[in-house]
């Protein structure tokens, strides 16, 4: 079956930098594009960044773009986001996500908090 597990949150400092990873397994990793969404309380989930399995075309939320960073290693089946230049508007819950075969895979999340 189809994992995603998240791994990297945690506590940072305005300004501050962390990377998040996403190991999946259950299916040909190499084949499907991959997305990151953020969570944050009282709103609705929203698209950070998607990478494409073709030539690994990225794309960004406004919000992130210039700071945020989503790349993959097909060889180890993981998805990372390299999240700098973090401010505290971006402290939410972050979900890897793919689409395998019309159905819609999430991870269990890691907490990004940016605080002071």
């Known amino acids: 079956q189809v994992q995603l597990v998240e791994s990297g949150g945690g506590l940072v400092q305005p300004g501050g930098s962390l990377r998040l990873s996403c190991a999946a397994s259950g299916f040909t990793f190499s084949n499907y594009a991959m997305s990151w969404y953020r969570q944050a309380p009282g709103k609705e989930r929203e698209l950070v960044a998607r990478i494409t399995h073709l030539r690994s075309s990225t794309t960004y939320a406004d919000s992130v773009k210039g700071r945020f960073t989503i790349s993959r290693d097909n060889a180890k089946n993981t998805v990372y986001l390299q999240m700098n230049s973090l401010k505290p508007e971006d402290t939410a819950v972050y979900y890897c996500?793919?689409?395998?075969?019309?159905?819609?895979?999430w991870g269990q999340g890691t907490q990004v908090t940016v605080s002071s």
């Open positions: 996500n793919t689409y395998v075969y019309t159905i819609t895979y």
